[in-house]
Nanobody, 118 residues
Framework: QVQLMESGGGLVQAGGSLRLSCAAS????????MGWYRQTPGNQRDQIAS????????IYADSVKGRFSISNDKARSSVFLQMNNLRPNDTAVYYC???????????WGQGTQVTVSS
């Protein structure tokens, strides 16, 4: 298992920026991928960005390409989501996720609220 601790959510005006952080309780070598989903009330949880902890490959949802950037701390088991040019429809609860080597389970953080005002 792995515990994920998120931070960095908050309230920002449209056009502003926020940076989310997610720290995992396991060593980086035991994690195969980390990333972020987001969810609004009544809707499914959608993946918006992920990063391979092996090769560094990244994947972005079309809705955030060019505005969001995912990165990781090479010394630790942490990922970051830099969110620029935020829009009101980016308002959601953002969840960090991780998958471990040798397993299929997805582990989730507790979620952090991001609110973008117009």
């Amino acid at each position: 298992q792995v515990q994920l601790m998120e931070s960095g959510g908050g309230l920002v005006q449209a056009g502003g920026s926020l940076r989310l952080s997610c720290a995992a309780s396991r060593s980086r070598s035991s994690i195969i991928v980390m990333g972020w989903y987001r969810q609004t009330p009544g809707n499914q949880r959608d993946q918006i960005a992920s990063r391979s902890m092996i090769g560094g490959d990244t994947i972005y949802a079309d809705s955030v390409k060019g505005r969001f950037s995912i990165s990781n701390d090479k010394a630790r088991s942490s990922v970051f989501l830099q969110m620029n040019n935020l829009r009101p429809n980016d308002t959601a609860v953002y969840y960090c996720f991780a998958k471990l080597r040798g397993g299929s389970a997805v582990y989730w953080g507790q979620g952090t609220q991001v609110t973008v005002s117009s």
